[in-house]
């Protein structure tokens, strides 16, 4: 098959040196696939037969990443003098996969084709000869020829996640590559192959001895890179993988939601991850997770917010996310339930009397931005609408948002202390008036803060000098 490609002048370059040397060069991977499929490649990666001691002489500027397995990062300078990276890998076999990851016996190899071998899927196992083109640094979109002995080209069209060769040889070589084909047919749309898919199954045991960082790294990009990633998690599901890193999501399956909700909670998570910004599409998946946990049988589910969070820090923390990340997360989920009561054209007397009872003080909303913090409101709306989005028997009514959004931005605009820093006195000063350092002394500065969210007027020198002798009876 023959595509049109436009190759970057510097991956030009790198072709040129190594043909130069009378080596050949491939694009290979990712890039190729995505040419295939009329997609314009993110990144470039090569294949030679040079081997990484060659490669490192031929290119000064380069960096070996991998020298067991033959990677080198070649630094070239484009035509704008910009320092670009291109990986490039000699071509290699393997075998003797130990820890379900990582082979002990690799060969560097002369034959493109024993390296496509080694690939995961047939789409993955396609290339580009570019040492056989006349490249001469063209801007130009050129015709060039796919090699493709795996058939990736057909499973293209076919719309097929298929493994390379013998599908249970794969999975049990590499437990990450189970994750992979999930994450594969969400980002990309297409179905696992039947035979590849039973393969997975039977290699869970394989899968469940990858790091828990790796598992997370291929969980992210199936959130982050999918329109829908409920296609991809669901996968996992089936396989028997969700299990290994995050089997409290699964407790969600059957349980109804009798009141407010179509779905089911395992569904109803995986709808508001799909609605999600990409910012809380992990919040989104999991702001529910303690839902079945909270079951009251009448379509309640009292305290799920903060049951939540903890079930979330437990579940972050052991698949290794960085602790703000970890923060972030539990802060969203513990505060995704809030309700900002509005008034509505259509609603009775009665229940525009039971909104005025229950709107929001100026203090309401200055507690509620100190709760959350300032940097994380815009994200709780986005989880917030995510949710209703995702549910067409919802009550929640946009506007909610809206409202709310105008009467912190009309709080934000005064002279508002929401931090004990935003305060006009300090802990040297309580201590000149005799406070003692200590626990005593960050009790009172946060009483003091306390009532200055309730009025903000309090926040002067003088008058938080005179509420602090109160507190600490001097």
């Not at 499929?37 to 294949?47: F, I, K, Q, S, T």
């Not at 070239?76 to 076999?93: A, I, K, L, N, Y």
């Not at 789409?123 to 801007?139: P, R, W």
């Not at 090699?147 to 293209?156: A, F, N, Q, V």
């Amino acid at each position: 098959m023959k595509v049109r490609i436009q190759i970057p002048e510097y991956v030009q370059k790198v072709s040129r040196m190594l043909s130069k040397e009378g080596f050949e060069c491939y694009l290979v991977g990712g890039a190729v696939r995505d040419v295939v499929m009329g997609l314009d490649p993110h990144d470039y990666d090569l294949a030679t037969d040079a081997l990484p001691d060659e490669m490192l002489n031929i290119f000064p500027k380069s960096v070996s990443v991998g020298a067991k397995f033959g990677t080198v990062m070649a630094l070239v300078q484009d035509s704008h003098g910009e320092t670009m990276e291109v990986e490039v890998t000699t071509f290699r076999s393997e075998s003797d996969y130990i820890d379900g990851r990582w082979p002990t016996n690799i060969e560097f190899v002369k034959e493109i084709d024993k390296d496509l071998g080694r690939r995961d899927f047939t789409i993955n196992a396609m290339a580009i000869d570019l040492g056989s083109l006349d490249l001469e640094g063209s801007k130009e979109e050129i015709e060039v020829e796919v090699y493709d002995p795996y058939d990736g080209i057909k499973d293209i069209e076919l719309k097929k996640i298929r493994a390379v060769g013998t599908p249970l040889e794969r999975f049990k070589e590499d437990g990450l590559r189970a994750f992979k084909a999930c994450r594969l047919a969400s980002q990309i749309g297409f179905e696992i192959d039947e035979e590849t898919f039973k393969a997975i199954v039977e290699c869970v045991p394989v899968a469940a001895q990858v790091s828990m960082e790796r598992i997370r790294d291929e969980f992210m990009k199936t959130l982050l890179k999918s329109s829908k990633p409920s296609v991809g998690i669901d996968l996992m599901r089936q396989a028997g993988l969700l299990r290994l890193f995050m089997p409290e999501l699964l407790e969600g399956l059957g349980v109804e939601q009798k009141m407010f909700h179509s779905d089911d909670v395992y569904w109803h998570s995986l709808r508001t991850c799909d609605s999600a910004h990409d910012s809380v599409k992990l919040a989104a998946l999991l702001h529910d997770i303690a839902k079945p946990r909270t079951d009251m049988g009448n379509g309640h589910f009292y305290g799920h917010d903060a049951m939540g969070a903890q079930m979330v820090e437990e579940i972050l923390r052991r698949m290794k996310f960085p602790q703000a990340e970890v923060k972030r997360v539990i802060l969203l989920i513990k505060n995704h339930m809030f309700y900002y009561p509005h008034m509505q054209d259509d609603m009775t007397e009665e229940e525009k009397n039971n909104i005025e009872l229950h709107q929001w003080s100026d203090s309401a909303v200055r507690r509620f931005i100190q709760r959350v913090g300032i940097d994380n409101i815009d994200d709780l709306f986005k989880l917030r609408l995510a949710d209703a989005q995702s549910n067409p028997m919802t009550a929640f009514k946009p506007e909610e948002i809206t409202l709310l959004q105008q009467r912190i931005s009309t709080v934000l605009q005064q002279d508002m202390a929401f931090k004990v820093a935003d305060l006009k006195i300090t802990g040297e000063d309580l201590v000149s008036i005799g406070i003692e350092r200590g626990p005593e002394l960050g009790k009172i500065l946060k009483e003091l803060l306390d009532m200055v969210l309730e009025d903000p007027m309090l926040n002067t020198k003088e008058k938080l000098i005179e509420n602090a002798k109160k507190l600490a009876n001097i």
